[in-house]
């Protein structure tokens, strides 16, 4: 695998430091991004994956932590635009000159206004995407943001966050913590009906 690519040339004509990693890349994976967290042994939340989107039709590259979804409505607004959706694959390929699952918001064929998830910015360094599939480039997610000259901005939809099941399944894990949560409160509202009071789990809890 050749660890040169216009995105690292990109990096290394702005001066910003970085390192480059490898890894095996599985095209078959539900979520490249968990995918890629997984095989480097990082956190999905410090693995951010590129995304070509469309705002009012224009074309805009938006950088979010690998285990959450975007929120379309976010991601216009942080455009200015009123509406956004995701492009066609084989636009993102024309457009950025990569392959999908090596698309990198550096070293693009073209310059696209792009924006980062602002709770991207607290980690000391992140990995994004090194313009070739089973590369990617750990930096500073503040020299990212200067290099692509990327606005910090809510982007992930709430409550939406994706992980392996025990079974090694990609799921939507956010769902199964609502759903225990469902279940905490029915718990409680048993326990006040039959009893007259607050569970003592409840009660003794110091949050």
Known sequence: MAKATRATQALEKSGVAF????????PGADRVGLQAAEALGESPECVLKTLMTLVDGKPACVIVPSDREVSMKKLAAAFGGK???MM???????LTGYKVGGISPFGQTRFVPTAIEEAAMAHELVYING?????????SPRDAAEVLKAAPAPLVAAGRRYGKRADGAQT???AGEAGTAALGSLFILSHLLRHGTLPDEVKNDPD
């Open 131 to 139: 313009g070739q599939r089973g590369l990617q480039v750990r930096l």
């Open 19 to 26: 390192t480059v990693h490898t890894y095996d890349y599985d």
């Open 83 to 85: 509406s956004a959706q």
């Open 172 to 174: 939507d894990i956010s």
């Open 88 to 94: 066609k694959p084989a636009d993102a390929e024309r």
